[in-house]
């Protein structure tokens, strides 16, 4: 099988999931110098993200395949770094919160991925990420750069209450994710066919 510019990008985007993983959970050299390193793969890449699908939308390179392996990709991007946080001793001061929200992530992630395989679109064509998907994904890559970085960048600077911006963001990504799980719910459980 031959596989496209924009596919390789989502291919290159989950090879990556490991080692950004690797750097939440274990301070390499040390904990500021591994925040920063895991920050930079993850946010390199979020960007594969974004470019993988400009370069298929410019270049007419949108296969189903594509598509599949984007929301795919997305899925372990987010969750690889939440399980790396519920992992890391560096956050157990938000271990409970943590826990739930991965949980919540989760579910609605094998809930709407489900909810794909189940429809029945007449044409056979994979259900794509809507706008609300979108703003999902954004709000789950702020959420995890902010876990990231706000030890190192905030609190220690301005002597915050520690992961007050932490909390704040995965307020918005819980929101956005179940918001987006019941928008997708909504628009295709006409098409769902309890016969098939």
Not at 43 to 59: E, M, N, P, S, W
Not at 82 to 97: G, K, Q, T, V, W
Not at 145 to 161: C, F, G, H, K, S
Not at 170 to 194: A, C, E, I, N, Q
Request: net charge positive; glycine share 6%.
């Amino acid at each position: 099988m031959k596989i496209n510019t924009p596919n390789k990008l989502t291919l290159v985007r989950i090879l990556l999931v490991p080692a950004f993983m690797l750097f939440i959970m274990y301070p390499i050299p040390d904990d500021h110098v591994s925040r920063f390193i895991a920050a930079f793969i993850f946010f390199a890449t979020a960007l594969t993200d974004f470019f993988d699908g400009y370069i298929a939308r410019h270049t007419g390179a949108v296969t189903n395949f594509g598509k599949f392996l984007d929301t795919l990709a997305d899925k372990f991007m987010i969750l690889g770094a939440l399980i790396a946080f519920c992992a890391s001793p560096e956050y157990n001061f938000l271990s409970h919160y943590l826990v739930w929200v991965t949980l919540i992530v989760f579910l609605r992630e094998l809930s709407v991925t489900s909810l794909r395989l189940l429809v029945k679109t007449g044409e056979g064509k994979v259900v794509g990420a809507n706008i609300a998907g979108k703003l999902k994904t954004v709000s789950q890559c702020v959420c995890v750069m902010t876990l990231i970085l706000e030890p190192v960048v905030v609190t220690e600077r301005y002597d915050w209450y520690p992961g007050v911006l932490s909390l704040f963001t995965m307020g918005v990504m819980v929101s956005l994710t179940l918001l987006s799980g019941y928008l997708y719910f909504r628009t295709y459980w006409k098409d769902l066919d309890p016969q098939a």
